[in-house]
């Protein structure tokens, strides 16, 4: 079992940044990949960026050149980096965990989620 504790939300107003983490913990083997999804009253849930073991990563087109995404292994712990941020950011933000246990299974694993709210 893999634990994911989420930090850093908040109130922010437009053009202002927050950056979020997740820690994991617990039975850990082996991370595929961390991530940060989000999502919006009303909406679905949505990827925002993901990195992999080996450092790869992958963005939503809204959130390109504005977000970044990046881990530290030693840590167990993924960043989201939020500049630059819009009103139409404002979701509730989750961690997810791609995680390989011993028996070479791959279970996800989410955060309780952290709420970022962009607003004047």
């Known amino acids: 079992q893999v634990q994911l504790v989420e930090s850093g939300g908040g109130l922010v107003q437009p053009g202002g940044s927050l950056r979020l983490a997740c820690a994991a913990s617990?039975?850990?083997?082996?991370?595929?990949?961390m991530g940060w999804y989000r999502q919006a009253p009303g909406k679905q849930r949505e990827l925002v960026a993901v990195?992999?073991?080996?450092?790869?990563?992958n963005y939503a087109d809204s959130v390109k050149g504005r977000f970044t995404i990046s881990r530290d292994n030693a840590k167990i712990t993924a960043y989201l980096q939020m500049n630059s941020l819009k009103p139409e950011d404002t979701a509730v933000y989750y961690c997810?965990?791609?995680?390989?246990?011993?028996?070479?299974?791959?279970?996800?694993?989410w955060g309780q989620g952290t709420q970022v709210t962009v607003s004047s």
């Open positions: 997810q965990c791609r995680h390989l246990d011993d028996n070479h299974d791959e279970n996800i694993y």
């Open positions: 617990g039975r850990i083997f082996s991370i595929v990949a």
């Open positions: 990195v992999t073991s080996g450092g790869r990563t």
